[in-house]
């Protein structure tokens, strides 16, 4: 049976105090769903966006219950490109945070411990060319992001060849979304098969929904 198991970035809501989140936290819905299925059964996992290290992490833990591994303009870490060099490329790229807002801890002097994206930063940086609906969705449905740290999320990723790299990877490209830290990922870390998008943007879900529809029914018609 098909199963694609999509993992956005959007989609867990955490109900936890930020200050007692742990990265861990980010990714174990989706090892107690891998834990879950049947020995017999295999799956092809879909991560979009952050959520590229959460099915990372599953690829690493559950190589045998996975044909295939998509990442949709995700972050992809492997064996030889680990957390922090991709955190360290994106920090080279400057954006503006526009009206980006900041949680901070207990007291002013902490540091802050999650972060708020704003309607106009949402509107540039993810949803240029979705629906003007989809972003206000989104912004209804906001929630503080939590700022992991460095170090604890580099020691929570850690993928090896013999495991994460038994497992097929396709890496989709949202080609609007103009992001050269795609391509050098990919560069870095090769992946079975690429797939463009046209004219999409971060959000190929929602600006073009019929097209990564397909893309994802046909990857799983000739992995599973």
């Known amino acids: 049976m098909l199963q694609l198991w999509t993992w956005l970035h959007q989609g867990y809501i955490q109900s936890k105090f930020m200050s007692s989140i742990h990265f861990e936290d980010y990714f174990e819905p989706l090892m107690e769903f891998m834990e879950s299925l049947p020995p017999e059964e295999r799956v092809v996992l879909v991560g979009h966006s952050m959520s590229g290290i959460c099915i990372s992490v599953a690829m690493e833990r559950f190589p045998e219950k996975i044909s295939a591994s998509v990442f949709a303009a995700a972050v992809m870490p492997g064996p030889d490109l680990s957390f922090k060099a991709i955190a360290e490329k ?115 879900m929602f600006s073009k929904p019929q097209e990564f529809c397909s893309c994802l029914l046909d990857i799983g018609d000739r992995y599973l």
């Open 90 to 204: 994106s920090s080279q790229r400057s954006v503006p945070s526009m009206d980006t807002q900041f949680v901070f801890g207990n007291g002013p002097d902490n540091p802050p411990t999650a972060l708020v994206l704003g309607p106009n930063y949402m509107a540039s940086r993810f949803y240029r060319l979705s629906p003007p609906e989809d972003l206000t969705l989104a912004t209804l449905l906001l929630r503080p992001f939590p700022i992991y740290s460095s170090l604890e999320t580099e020691k929570a990723v850690v993928v090896t060849k013999e495991k994460y790299g038994s497992v097929r990877r396709i890496y989709v490209v949202c080609d609007e979304e103009n992001d050269p830290k795609q391509t050098w990922m990919i560069e870095n870390n090769p992946v079975d098969e690429v797939i463009v998008i046209s004219d999409s943007d971060h959000m190929a």
